[in-house]
């Protein structure tokens, strides 16, 4: 079996999802700025995206009397699971990382290995065979993003904090695999709205215990309001509306296909970078822009397109 194409509205939400996503570098960056600390930023990020997800299933339930809001009690381990590899994992790894290693780093294991996991492992577990074009367009898209991220070249800081935040970010790419595989399975018994709501709820508990192992729980009640503004974003837009069109999309077309949009990814951060931060776009970044696209749109076109 080969893996699915997509649709032109499903493209359009993985378009506003990775506009969301590659923009939460430079937000994150901002709160950092702040004084926040990265424990601390996805704490409260998941705690206030938590209570919005609750709201939101309320809302529901009054609207859709025979909506579930309960899952099955064999389910609860899996959904822990998805909570700690896609919440509390991996924000504390991705977040720690970019303090000790740098964002460039973090970002090439995010969206260069976990879509390369994500594919691979599809195609053994949920027979998503790939086609030739495909896997050129993987592969394309990789060094477009490559490109984009370091300028075409990579130097490694020869020091233990950087070697100890890369060894941090390489949990990354495998817990982004392992949470977006297993909530391919679950989103087959369950409305993908109500298990990212569990997941983000969850996850943001679970966080609690680091944050406070980490003594930033007091944060929150001296923070900026840019550093408001900051976690309401990713609360709001990166959370919430983000984490269920990822799931929404991954159950119409599959993993391998849904996860190639991560290439543009670090192409929305460097815009945003260039107009908030000030960095300068250069020829570099277009050409790995070029090549992101070209890339995504081989491995999404239509096969008898």
């Not at 890369?166 to 989103?187: C, E, F």
């Not at 990212?196 to 406070?212: E, N, Q, S």
């Not at 277009?286 to 995504?296: C, D, M, S, Y």
């Amino acid at each position: 079996m080969t893996a699915k194409t997509i649709s032109l509205f499903n493209a359009f939400l993985m378009v506003i999802l990775i506009f969301f996503w590659g923009s939460s570098f430079v937000i994150v960056k901002i709160a950092l700025r702040e004084g926040l600390t990265p424990i601390s930023i996805a704490t409260f990020r998941f705690l206030i995206a938590g209570g919005l997800f609750l709201v939101a299933l309320f809302i529901k339930k009054n609207t859709e009397q025979d909506y579930r809001l309960l899952v099955k009690k064999k389910d609860a381990p899996t959904l822990l699971l998805l909570a700690l590899t896609g919440t509390t994992f991996f924000f504390t790894a991705q977040y720690t990382g970019v303090q000790m290693a740098g964002a460039s780093i973090a970002a090439i294991f995010v969206c260069l290995l976990a879509p390369i996991f994500i594919a691979v492992l599809s195609a053994n577990i949920f027979k998503e065979y790939l086609m030739n074009r495909q896997i050129f367009g993987i592969g394309l898209a990789a060094a477009g993003a490559f490109i984009v991220i370091t300028g075409g070249t990579l130097s490694v800081s020869n020091n233990r904090e950087f070697l100890l935040g890369s060894l941090i970010l390489l949990l990354t790419p495998v817990l982004w695999a392992t949470y977006s595989l297993l909530g391919k399975k679950i989103m087959e018994r369950y409305n993908p709205f109500l298990v990212v709501a569990y997941v983000t709820m969850l996850g943001g508990l679970c966080l609690i215990p680091f944050a406070w192992a980490e003594n930033s729980l007091h944060q929150i009640f001296t923070m900026s309001l840019y550093s408001w503004l900051a976690i309401l974003f990713l609360s709001l837009t990166c959370s919430l509306v983000g984490y269920y069109i990822w799931f929404y999309v991954l159950k119409q077309v599959g993993a391998a296909v849904t996860s190639s949009f991560l290439f543009a990814e670090p192409l929305v951060t460097v815009l945003f970078a260039v107009t908030f931060v000030g960095e300068e776009l250069t020829l570099t970044i277009f050409a790995g822009g070029l090549l992101i696209f070209t890339g995504v749109y081989l491995v999404t076109r239509s096969k008898h397109s």
